[in-house]
């Protein structure tokens, strides 16, 4: 259920940019999800689907990009994709996760019809 927040924030950025660009219609909007992050795509879009209903955006297809998590070895600094492991594949040092990388959800587009 803790979809339904980031749904709304989602459908109010959409039809502000609706309104700014003149657009009738939202057609499509994709957005970059962290792999970190807990959000369940099909919950995303079903609780779309149903807040979006009567208005510019009803009907408009969700595209979701997987953001990776970014890693910096403790020993060498190298930053390197978070993968299955948490050690450096330059030195074998361990790694700290980047704060912020692979974490959020952000709007990376969003296109409609005017």
Not at 14 to 39: C, F, M, P, W, Y
Not at 102 to 112: A, F, L
């Amino acid at each position: 259920m803790h979809e339904l927040p980031v749904v709304l924030g989602l459908l109010d950025t959409a039809q502000r940019a609706a309104k700014e660009n003149h657009l009738d219609r939202v057609t499509r909007i994709r957005l970059r999800i962290g792999e970190l992050s807990d959000l369940v795509e099909d919950c995303v879009q079903i609780y779309f689907d149903s807040a979006s209903e009567g208005t510019v955006c009803e009907g408009a297809q969700l595209e979701f990009v997987r953001e990776p998590a970014r890693l910096r070895c403790t020993a060498c600094g190298h930053e390197f994709l978070h993968g299955a492991a948490f050690s450096c594949p330059v030195c074998g040092g361990s790694a700290e996760w980047i704060r912020g990388s692979g974490s959020g959800c952000t709007v990376e587009s969003i296109e409609g019809e005017a």
